[in-house]
């Protein structure tokens, strides 16, 4: 049973270039996705969707590309949030969300608050995110605690962005490449993986359907033996 899945959202650049499109149509038609994945995996029981939209290291990119990516996090959560109040979804984020645009922010700010209290479904959106960077402002908050006792794995996991979600089950990653791209580092210790080269804006119904088909079908052990 996937409790928690997280996806991947990559190949947008891809299937617009194979389209003779610009990168920024396939963030357009990669951001119309989400709502299609939200509603397939709350169709199939999921409680937790942890989805990376923007990496600490995408800030890289050219400053055209990193506006409409910010314009398109904004545009979600303005236009989504009457579908996530119908449909009981709960809007998040993890990541470093003060370097994003005080307008992209706001409307995430609002979009939060309007829908905590929903509890079908949680949309966890990574967003100026690094597993490495969020490692590191663990330790920073327990340097500013002055906190001197030894920290069990418990301990630490209460100073990451999101402690009160499990970790994830199963990851998508979209657009075939067979890496973590500095993703839930901490959290995706345990996690079934599965890849597939289909890229973000193609992402269907479907597409979660075989994932959960391969999941299903995986032996998860945790280390020891047989466990399911
Ligand atoms: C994923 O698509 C979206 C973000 C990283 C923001 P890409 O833009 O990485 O698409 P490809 O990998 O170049 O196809
Ligand atoms: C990972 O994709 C980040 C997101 C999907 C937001 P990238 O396209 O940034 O990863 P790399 O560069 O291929 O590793
Ligand atoms: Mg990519």
């Not at 996530?84 to 990541?95: A, C, E, P, S």
């Not at 100026?128 to 960077?133: C, I, P």
């Not at 030894?150 to 990451?160: C, I, K, N, Q």
Request: charged share 25%; hydrophobic share 40%.
């Amino acid at each position: 049973m996937v409790n928690h899945l997280a996806i991947i959202m990559d190949g947008n650049g891809r299937w617009a270039e194979e389209r003779g499109l610009t990168r920024s149509d396939g963030h357009k038609a990669g951001a119309r996705q989400i709502g299609v994945a939200a509603r397939a995996a709350m169709k199939a029981g999921i409680k937790y969707l942890t989805l990376y939209a923007f990496s600490t290291e995408n800030w890289k990119r050219p400053e055209p590309e990193v506006s409409c990516l910010m314009g398109l996090i904004q545009e979600f959560a303005q236009s989504e949030l009457p579908n996530m109040m119908r449909d009981g979804v709960r809007l998040r984020t993890i990541g470093r969300t003060g370097d994003l645009p005080l307008a992209s922010r706001m409307a995430l700010e609002f979009a939060i608050k309007q829908t905590e209290k929903n509890d079908k479904l949680t949309i966890n959106i990574a967003l100026s995110y690094g597993g490495r960077a969020e490692i590191v402002d663990a330790v920073n908050k327990v340097i500013a605690e002055k906190r001197t006792t030894p920290l069990t794995e418990a301990d630490f996991v209460s100073y990451l962005y999101a402690p009160d979600i499990p970790d994830p089950d199963l990851l998508i990653r979209t657009g075939g490449e067979m890496r973590l791209s500095n993703f839930l580092l901490w959290e995706l210790s345990y996690a079934e993986f599965y890849v597939t080269d289909t890229y973000w804006p193609d992402f269907t119904e479907e597409t979660l359907a075989d994932a959960l088909a391969s999941f299903g079908g995986r032996k998860r052990r945790f280390g020891g033996l047989n466990k399911k």
